[in-house]
C-alpha cells in the first residue's frame, strides 16, 4: 500500500496488525473464489452461493473491524478501510452499515493530518455515500456513526462518564485536555467559567480531561467547577490524548451535536464565535 509522506510503518506493533489484516484478506479471497467456482460447477446454487459470502464477509470484518478501531488516526485504520477483493471495496461506502467506519476514520484524520491528501479523500468520500443515501430516501442523520473517538474516564466520586453520553444531548461540546498544576491552569480556568456562564444555558458542555499526575491535586482543583471533568491515570502517557493528536497543554477541540470535531485549538475570540454558530 501506498501511504501519504505525512504516515510511516513502523515498529512491529503496526506491522503485524497490516500483516494480521492482509492474510485475512488473502483468506477471505480464498474462500471467495472457491465459492464462485462451486457456483460455476453447480455444485452450489445461486442463494447457497450468497449466504456463503455473505458469512465469509461477516467474519472477515468480526477480525478486522477492531483493529480498525482500536487507533482510528494510525496508517492501519486506513490500510484496513480500504481493502479489496477482486476490485471490491470489502467495505462498501455506500453500504448502511459500513458508512460509521468512514466516517469514524475521515474525522480521526480530520484531527490528525487536517492537511493530508488523505484525509480529503476520506471526507469526501463519506461526504458523497451520506449524499447517496439521502437520495434513495435514508436519512443519513439516523445512520449509526461513529464520527469521533470516544472517551471513557472517571469523574471525581470516581463514576465512569463517557463523551458519548452527552453527544446529542448538547449543541455544542468543548473537549478540553488541561494540567491543573500549569502555570496557565488559573487563568485558562478563569476563562472557561466565563464561557460556560454565558453559554451552558444555550447548550454547551464542557468534558474537561486532566492530565496531571497528581490526583488530589485534580480533584481539589475541579471540585467546584460546573461541567465534567475527568483524569486519565496515564496522564502524559494517555492513549487518548495520543488518539487526538495533543501535544500542547491546554488543548481543545469543539464538537457539534452529531460528535463532528468543528474546531480545534483556535483563538479564543474565534471559539467563542464557533460555539456561538452552533448554539
Same mark, same amino acid.
Given at each position: 500500500? +501506498?501511504?501519504?509522506?505525512?504516515?510511516?510503518?513502523?515498529?512491529?506493533?503496526?506491522?503485524?496488525?497490516?500483516?494480521?489484516?492482509?492474510?485475512?484478506?488473502?483468506?477471505?479471497?480464498?474462500?471467495?473464489?472457491?465459492?464462485?467456482?462451486?457456483? /460455476?460447477?453447480?455444485?452450489?446454487?445461486?442463494?447457497?452461493? #450468497?449466504?456463503?459470502?455473505?458469512?465469509?464477509?461477516?467474519?472477515?470484518?468480526?477480525?478486522?473491524?477492531?483493529?480498525?478501531?482500536?487507533?482510528?488516526?494510525?496508517?492501519?485504520?486506513?490500510?484496513?478501510?480500504?481493502?479489496?477483493?477482486?476490485?471490491?471495496?470489502?467495505?462498501?461506502?455506500?453500504?448502511?452499515?459500513?458508512?460509521?467506519?468512514?466516517?469514524?476514520?475521515? +474525522?480521526?484524520?480530520?484531527?490528525?493530518?487536517?492537511?493530508?491528501?488523505?484525509?480529503?479523500?476520506?471526507?469526501?468520500?463519506?461526504?458523497?455515500?451520506?449524499?447517496?443515501?439521502?437520495?434513495?430516501?435514508?436519512?443519513?442523520?439516523?445512520?449509526?456513526?461513529?464520527?469521533?473517538?470516544?472517551?471513557?474516564?472517571? #469523574?471525581?466520586?470516581?463514576?465512569?462518564?463517557?463523551?458519548?453520553?452527552?453527544?446529542?444531548?448538547?449543541?455544542?461540546?468543548?473537549?478540553?485536555?488541561?494540567?491543573?498544576?500549569?502555570?496557565?491552569?488559573?487563568?485558562?480556568?478563569?476563562?472557561?467559567?466565563?464561557?460556560?456562564?454565558?453559554?451552558?444555558?444555550?447548550?454547551?458542555?464542557?468534558?474537561?480531561?486532566?492530565?496531571?499526575?497528581?490526583? +488530589?491535586?485534580?480533584?481539589?482543583?475541579?471540585?467546584?467547577?460546573?461541567?465534567?471533568?475527568?483524569?486519565?491515570?496515564?496522564?502524559?502517557?494517555?492513549?487518548?490524548?495520543?488518539?487526538? +493528536?495533543?501535544?500542547?497543554?491546554?488543548?481543545?477541540?469543539?464538537?457539534?451535536?452529531?460528535?463532528?470535531?468543528?474546531?480545534? /485549538?483556535?483563538?479564543?475570540?474565534?471559539?467563542?464565535?464557533?460555539?456561538?454558530?452552533?448554539?
Amino acid at each position: 500500500a +501506498n501511504f501519504s509522506t505525512a504516515y510511516t510503518v513502523e515498529g512491529s506493533a503496526l506491522n503485524e496488525k497490516i500483516k494480521k489484516i492482509t492474510l485475512e484478506g488473502k483468506a477471505l479471497k480464498q474462500k471467495l473464489d472457491e465459492y464462485e467456482q462451486q457456483l /460455476n460447477a453447480k455444485t452450489i446454487d445461486k442463494t447457497g452461493y #450468497d449466504t456463503s459470502v455473505i458469512a465469509a464477509v461477516k467474519d472477515y470484518k468480526e477480525v478486522v473491524s477492531p483493529i480498525i478501531f482500536e487507533d482510528l488516526m494510525s496508517p492501519v485504520a486506513y490500510f484496513g478501510l480500504f481493502q479489496r477483493v477482486n476490485s471490491l471495496l470489502i467495505y462498501d461506502p455506500y453500504d448502511k452499515s459500513d458508512n460509521r467506519f468512514y466516517g469514524a476514520v475521515a +474525522n480521526a484524520y480530520n484531527i490528525a493530518y487536517p492537511e493530508s491528501d488523505r484525509t480529503k479523500q476520506l471526507c469526501a468520500l463519506a461526504l458523497e455515500s451520506k449524499k447517496s443515501f439521502s437520495q434513495k430516501g435514508i436519512d443519513a442523520d439516523k445512520l449509526q456513526e461513529i464520527n469521533y473517538i470516544d472517551i471513557k474516564l472517571e #469523574d471525581r466520586n470516581g463514576k465512569e462518564v463517557a463523551l458519548s453520553s452527552i453527544v446529542g444531548k448538547k449543541k455544542a461540546i468543548l473537549i478540553d485536555f488541561i494540567a491543573f498544576d500549569a502555570a496557565y491552569a488559573p487563568s485558562y480556568i478563569a476563562l472557561l467559567q466565563e464561557f460556560y456562564k454565558k453559554y451552558a444555558d444555550k447548550g454547551l458542555e464542557i468534558y474537561q480531561v486532566s492530565l496531571d499526575t497528581d490526583e +488530589n491535586l485534580w480533584k481539589v482543583s475541579s471540585e467546584k467547577l460546573p461541567w465534567i471533568s475527568v483524569r486519565d491515570p496515564k496522564a502524559v502517557q494517555s492513549t487518548y490524548a495520543f488518539q487526538y +493528536n495533543v501535544e500542547t497543554l491546554p488543548c481543545f477541540f469543539l464538537m457539534d451535536s452529531k460528535g463532528n470535531i468543528v474546531k480545534r /485549538n483556535s483563538e479564543m475570540g474565534d471559539m467563542e464565535e464557533e460555539i456561538k454558530r452552533l448554539l
